[in-house]
């Protein structure tokens, strides 16, 4: 299992366990994306300052991710995906790695699979 974040077109930022998808002749064509989630960074509500007399720039704030299906209603396992929509592909960290696979990976039962966490053979590519 080698689970990515794909950067797309559409600008959304996708979560996913990824394989590719190989012609004969060995060139990667696109990858089938399994429970892919999008990924969102949010920023909650700012923290107000103690006083009202301290300055708007240092009030401080917190990010918070958010994840949800990418393709709910999709009836596939596997979600074909072609390399034309795909900016980047980078690995997750590993606070989002644990969130995907605890919450998303974990409601459908695949806690027990194999996941790379990010170590050599996460950096080095994808594997099936």
Same mark, same amino acid.
């Given at each position: ?31 089938? $994306?399994?429970?892919?989630? &999008? =990924? ?13 007399? +301290? #300055? !708007? ?23 074909? $995906?072609?390399?034309?929509? &795909? =900016? ?13 696979? +605890? #919450? !998303? ?24």
């Amino acid at each position: 299992m080698t689970i990515k974040i794909l950067v797309m077109k559409s600008g959304e930022d996708v979560i996913a366990d990824v394989k590719e998808m190989l012609s004969p002749d060995e060139k990667v064509m696109g990858y089938f $994306l399994n429970r892919p989630c &999008v =990924v969102k960074l949010l920023n909650s509500t700012a923290l107000s300052p103690e006083s009202e007399e +301290e #300055d !708007v720039e240092q009030v401080k704030s917190e990010m918070k991710i958010r994840m949800y299906p990418w393709m709910p209603l999709a009836k596939e396992k596997d979600i074909p $995906l072609s390399t034309d929509w &795909v =900016v980047t592909m980078i690995s997750p960290v590993e606070k989002v790695l644990n969130m995907y696979v +605890e #919450d !998303v990976l974990t409601a459908y039962g695949q806690q027990n699979d194999k996941v790379d966490s990010i170590d050599e053979s996460t950096k080095t590519g994808l594997t099936d």
